[in-house]
């Protein structure tokens, strides 16, 4: 599931009027969940919402356990990148993403013209969140965000989400039986959460409705390519390319958080793989998604605005290299350590405690590996005689076991 605003750390805080009401609910009931919308209700009325769209909508909402188990288990970050990679860039996705460019080419060029973001990438993520509009998801929206608010892993979170469907459904702009979509209460084409429909949806066709639900894409797409130019797309600049990496590189700089000029990483040695000199798009960092063995990827600012859609750089990378491939570029060349398996949650919540207790501080025991934990990693496997990638394997676990 990817999404603008989902898919993030439960750490992250999000604002929202009962962070403080909802007590843990580690396994829901649907007397519980009952008693949770009793208590939702004048909430709703009080952010505004009108009592005859309560009446209507609220009837739609049913307490669904699989919603709640699909939360704890997003492909992004409990895969290796190669086998998300392998499902997210797989060639039947290639193929119907060009299929889809050439039915919709004159749509998505106007797109790129308004918008500035280049339309392979809009089709990228439409492929990723919909597979084009295939799969749009069939769950009642009120009824995913009900869940998800009445859970309490992010309450607030979703309760915000669900007043911002609810206000969605009084402005008429679709009806609650029409109001579909994904597990997260994620809508449409390129599945936007409520709240970024509010900020970033556009009526692209001129119908009067910002349409995302329809079988007519367009309002979509354009709104996925409002949303990235509102967060900073450069126009033509690219999200990354894949690098080779010089004999005896410094492994400690690839990071995120180390950005440089590009000509300092070409005298230092790196390469495209394809050959030639590296594109100048701005300060650029250089990524190992799956370790030292792995692929290596340099990346421009666009990648962090593509995060904004999701942060996982699983999800981000599937991205950029499924708008490569579209556009006729070739696969990734280098060959990922498939030999190497994902950490379990508990393997990860595990690795994060034994990095603090050895005092390499991961900043929170989550299970997630973010900036924090590979940072982490990295400062064991430099103190370790190890090459310091920051990747979180196997490996590493039991070196700290």
């Known amino acids: 599931m990817a999404t603008p605003g989902v898919a993030q750390s439960p750490n992250t805080s999000e604002p929202g009027p009962v962070a403080a009401q909802v007590e843990s609910v580690a396994v829901g009931t649907e007397q519980g969940f009952a008693d949770w919308l009793d208590g939702f209700r004048p909430r709703a009325l009080e952010a505004g919402i009108a009592p005859a769209v309560l009446e209507r909508a609220l009837p739609l909402a049913r307490f669904n356990a699989k919603i709640i188990e699909r939360d704890r288990n997003q492909n992004e970050f409990t895969k290796t990148i190669w086998d998300y990679l392998d499902t997210a860039v797989s060639e039947d996705r290639i193929a119907h993403g060009k299929r889809a460019l050439a039915q919709h080419g004159a749509m998505l060029a106007r797109i790129e013209a308004e918008y500035g973001v280049d339309r392979h990438i809009v089709a990228a993520i439409w492929g990723l969140e919909s597979a084009y509009g295939s799969f749009r998801g069939d769950i009642p929206t009120i009824e995913a965000l009900a869940t998800l608010a009445y859970d309490a892993r992010r309450a607030a979170f979703f309760e915000k989400e669900l007043i911002a469907a609810l206000k969605i459904l009084e402005s008429g702009d679709v009806t609650p039986e029409a109001m579909r979509g994904s597990w997260a209460g994620a809508m449409g084409h390129t599945q936007f959460m409520p709240t970024s429909w509010w900020a970033h949806a556009v009526d692209f066709t001129g119908d009067g409705r910002r349409d995302v639900w329809s ?30 990496l010089p004999e005896g590189f410094d492994y400690d700089q690839t990071t995120e958080r180390v950005k440089k000029p590009v000509a300092e990483w070409a005298a230092l040695g790196v390469a495209p793989v394809a050959g030639g000199a590296l594109p100048d798009h701005g300060l650029a960092s250089v990524l190992l998604p799956g370790g030292a063995r792995g692929a290596a990827f340099l990346i421009f600012s666009n990648f962090q605005v593509i995060e904004r859609y999701n942060t996982a750089d699983a999800y981000v990378i599937a991205v950029g290299h499924l708008a490569d491939r579209l556009r006729g570029g070739p696969a990734i060349q280098a060959v990922w350590p498939r030999e190497l398996r994902a950490l379990t949650l508990a393997e990860r919540m595990e690795l994060q405690e034994r990095l603090g207790a050895a005092g390499f501080d991961p900043q929170g025991v989550d299970g997630r590996i973010g900036p924090n934990t590979i940072a982490a990693v990295k400062a064991f496997q430099r103190a ?7 990747y979180a394997s196997l490996e590493v676990l039991e070196a700290l076991r």
């Open 384 to 390: 370790n005689g190890r090459v310091p990638d920051g």
């Open 215 to 244: 079988d007519d894409p367009a309002d979509a797409l354009a709104s996925a390519a409002a949303y990235l130019r509102h967060w900073g797309w450069t126009p033509g600049a690219l999200w990354g390319l894949e690098i080779r």
